[in-house]
């Protein structure tokens, strides 16, 4: 489809909790020359049926460690970039997520785009004892942490949340920065990638209201002394309703739209096995135009 990448998101179900199936699926999506493969990520499951929010539970989809399971994929294949899409940062430790996303960068030879978002959940930041209401700031500190470990041998960094004092980690990741990707289509949100990020990741379908999201992203981007083009836009597409037609329909309004690429889910589908994941995405690959 010619010139957007396509990207697929890890299923977040049964299907892929076997270490076999898992390398199967991976090793199948590569070959059938996806550019991406994105890991979503939730520390805890959080029952939000109960807590009468309206919000289904999270508790029986089987969302894995974004960092082991991208560090067992990366041995896996060799060729398929790898993303978190996206790791809800200001819930871990910042020195730790340096390190590993540093050891998964080096153990895929520089393949990771580090996706990062500031959550949604605030049960589970509560009982991760995390603060929910100043993630937001806490995240942007946290990435000028991140970018300092990553590209400086030592590092002395003394911010309103973080202290270190001539340190840094070892190995350095093979990127020097990793790229960043970021979620969220908030105001803040869109400060914050303009100014920080490689890429966005909008939770907003293509039209209107995503095209002047795009212009106030470019706005923030050009306010930050980087160019217009700066930040790439990667959608999201879901499988889990719609025909092919109806699929490839709505990858030809992200590229209209000017997205990089399109990251397609088929979690929420009746999908018993591997093979079905596959099945709905070598359909929706069919049904693109030449």
């Known amino acids: 489809m010619g010139e957007i990448k396509l990207g697929v998101t890890l299923p977040y179900d049964h299907t892929t909790l076997d ?3 898992l390398r199967d ?14 890991v979503p990520d939730h520390i805890l499951a959080v029952d939000m049926s109960l807590r009468g929010t309206g919000i289904a539970s999270s508790q029986r989809m089987g969302f894995r460690d974004p960092f082991v399971t991208l560090g ?17 940062l200001p819930q871990r ?30 049960q589970e930041f509560a009982q991760l004892e995390q603060s929910f209401h100043d993630r937001g700031a806490r995240m942007e500190e946290q990435v000028q942490v991140l970018q300092a470990l990553w590209t400086q041998e030592t590092v002395t960094f003394h911010g309103r949340w973080h202290h270190i004092t001539e340190a840094g980690i070892n190995p350095l990741p093979t990127q020097r920065p990793i790229p960043l990707w970021m979620g969220g289509s908030a105001e803040a949100a869109l400060r914050r990638t303009g100014r920080l990020a490689n890429a966005w990741l909008p939770e907003e379908p293509p039209g209107d209201a995503l095209r002047t999201m795009m212009e106030r ?3 923030y981007s050009i306010d930050a002394g980087r160019g217009p083009a700066s930040v790439d836009v990667y959608g999201r597409l879901s499988l889990r309703s719609g025909a092919p037609a ?15 690429g399109v990251m397609v889910t088929t979690s929420g589908v009746a999908c018993a096995t591997i093979a079905d994941h596959l099945d709905l995405l070598r359909r929706f690959k069919d049904a693109l135009p030449a």
């Open 246 to 260: 109806d699929w490839a329909k709505t990858a030809g309004e992200w590229q209209t739209i000017g997205a990089t």
């Open 25 to 38: 699926f991976v090793q199948a999506v590569e070959g059938l020359g996806w550019g991406f493969l994105a």
């Open 72 to 88: 067992y994929i990366a041995a896996c294949t060799s060729r398929i970039e790898l993303a978190t899409a996206v790791l809800v």
């Open 93 to 122: 430790q910042t020195a730790l997520v340096a390190k590993q996303s540093a050891e998964v960068d080096v153990l895929s030879g520089g393949r990771l785009r580090l996706g990062i978002g500031v959550g949604w959940n605030a």
């Open 19 to 21: 270490p076999r199936a």
């Open 217 to 219: 992203l470019r706005g």
